[in-house]
């Protein structure tokens, strides 16, 4: 058996213990977990007993708050087993640049729970990248709301029209500079980087801008449409203050459906 002291699951900070020996953890985060923001802590349990685990808390300073775990059950790793804890990511904490995430694990006991804590390596690179592209989209708020707005549909052969809309704050200033191809969509007259928008905002402006974006499949396998995961998060090149990047806006549920819709109808197999 692990061996796990006697002790309350509410333990100070200071009785918390490194991961037991043979259990190791790592941060991954799959493509169907990025639009609700999610990740999973990976465990692998490499010893020869079956062990129980119960709450799953990630932290780390880029993050303005504690990633909990999903779902409120335990769960049995058998010995050489793994498993797969679906976290919740907070939002970000954007005064701070570096970090390194750990990992806490509730070790269910017969007795009492014991929690333990440890490195959790970031194996696929989830955090840095994300907690540049959303601090970018923060500052991108500030001096704009770029948003999706509406999306009209058209006959096979056609684009369709999805409308964008930029409305500045008055605040500080950005340029939208253009929009990438997604692996589901792309834009009709699109250049190898992209379709280019090329609107810039600056401090004290209020007009809104509205920018229609003609939309054609890039695929029409069927799978693509029914597995789709990402095929509605469009990624945008921008200027913040004069800084480039990009930042993610996704579709709005709503839309996503009429677009997976459509593309279905514009390529020959949907319901019609």
């Known amino acids: 058996m692990l061996a796990l002291s006697a002790c309350s699951a509410a333990m100070d900070e200071s009785a918390r213990s490194p991961l037991p020996e043979g259990i190791t953890a790592v941060l991954v985060q799959l493509r169907s977990d990025v639009a609700a923001r999610q990740a999973q802590v990976e465990v692998h349990n490499a010893g020869d007993t079956s062990i129980r685990i119960g709450d799953v808390t990630v932290a780390d300073p880029r993050l303005d708050g504690v990633a909990s775990r999903v779902l409120d059950r335990e769960s049995t790793l058998g010995p050489g087993g793994t498993v797969d804890f679906r976290i919740q990511l907070p939002e970000m904490a954007c ?64 684009p369709a029209d999805l409308t964008l809309e930029i409305a500045p704050t008055g605040e500080d200033s950005a340029r939208i500079v253009g929009v990438h191809d997604t692996n589901l969509l792309t834009f009709a007259g699109t250049q190898p980087v992209g ?50 990047g990009t930042v993610e806006i996704a579709a709005v549920e709503d839309v996503r459906g009429r677009i997976l819709t459509w593309v279905a109808n514009w390529c020959g197999f949907g319901p019609g």
């Open 95 to 158: 005064d701070v640049t570096e970090g390194t995430p750990s990992v806490r694990l509730t070790f269910v006991g017969q007795g009492a729970d014991e929690v333990r804590e440890g490195a959790l390596p970031d194996a696929l690179d989830v955090l840095g990248p994300m907690h540049e592209r959303e601090c970018r989209a923060q500052a991108l708020a500030e001096a704009a709301d770029v948003s999706i707005v509406s999306f009209t549909p058209s006959e096979s052969g056609s």
């Open 195 to 244: 379709y280019p928008i090329d609107i810039a905002v600056a401090s004290g402006d209020t007009e809104t801008t509205i920018v229609h974006l003609p939309l054609v499949p890039l695929r029409c396998d069927p799978h693509a449409v029914q597995e789709d995961k990402r095929g509605t998060v469009f990624t945008f090149d921008v200027e913040v203050e004069g800084e480039p």
